[in-house]
């Protein structure tokens, strides 16, 4: 089983983040969960919507499950307008994400800054891609 755009509400009270024992479930399937970049999944808090504060939630997951449980789950929304992420709770978020993390093209600061707060390149590359993989590979059998 995946979430592939949820954060954790621990840390960032959004209706679409999971809650810890929504995340134990998951994990208990062998699944994963994509993190989103959108601000308003991050944080409550404006000095806390950053990559940083996106790699808060990796570290609860990890810390909680296990880093076998975490993925990028990035939608690049930057042609959408404003308007159409009132479904989303995050109308007031700029649809081009968090600073940091507008396009495909700033993946890297994510993973950068995963690097920086001591996380292992053997785990980078799981939150990069292996997780999402792995699930891919025993689902599709």
Same mark, same amino acid.
């Given at each position: 089983?995946?979430?592939?755009?949820?954060?954790?509400?621990?840390?960032?009270?959004?209706?679409?983040?999971?809650?810890?024992?929504?995340?134990? $479930?998951?994990?208990?399937?062998? !699944?994963?969960? &994509?993190?989103?970049?959108?601000?308003?999944?991050? /944080?409550?808090? +404006?000095?806390?919507?950053?990559?940083?504060?996106?790699?808060?939630?990796?570290?609860?997951?990890?810390?909680?499950?296990?880093?076998?449980?975490?993925?990028?789950?990035?939608?690049?929304?930057?042609?959408?307008?404003?308007?159409?992420?009132?479904?989303?709770?995050? $109308?007031?978020?700029?649809?081009? !994400?968090?600073? &940091?993390?507008?396009?495909?093209?700033?993946?890297? /600061?994510?993973? +950068?800054?995963?690097?920086?707060?001591?996380?292992?390149?053997?785990?980078?590359?799981?939150?990069?891609?292996?997780?999402?993989?792995?699930?891919?590979?025993?689902?599709?059998?």
């Amino acid at each position: 089983m995946i979430a592939s755009h949820s954060n954790c509400r621990a840390i960032a009270n959004h209706g679409r983040n999971l809650t810890d024992d929504m995340i134990k $479930a998951i994990a208990s399937t062998g !699944g994963v969960l &994509g993190m989103n970049r959108l601000d308003g999944f991050i /944080n409550e808090d +404006e000095n806390k919507k950053s990559v940083d504060g996106l790699v808060d939630h990796v570290e609860h997951i990890a810390n909680f499950v296990g880093i076998d449980h975490v993925g990028c789950g990035f939608d690049f929304e930057d042609y959408i307008v404003p308007e159409s992420l009132l479904k989303n709770g995050v $109308a007031k978020d700029d649809p081009s !994400g968090t600073k &940091g993390l507008c396009s495909a093209a700033d993946a890297s /600061n994510f993973l +950068e800054a995963m690097k920086k707060r001591g996380f292992s390149q053997e785990d980078i590359e799981k939150v990069a891609y292996k997780n999402f993989y792995r699930v891919y590979q025993k689902v599709l059998k």
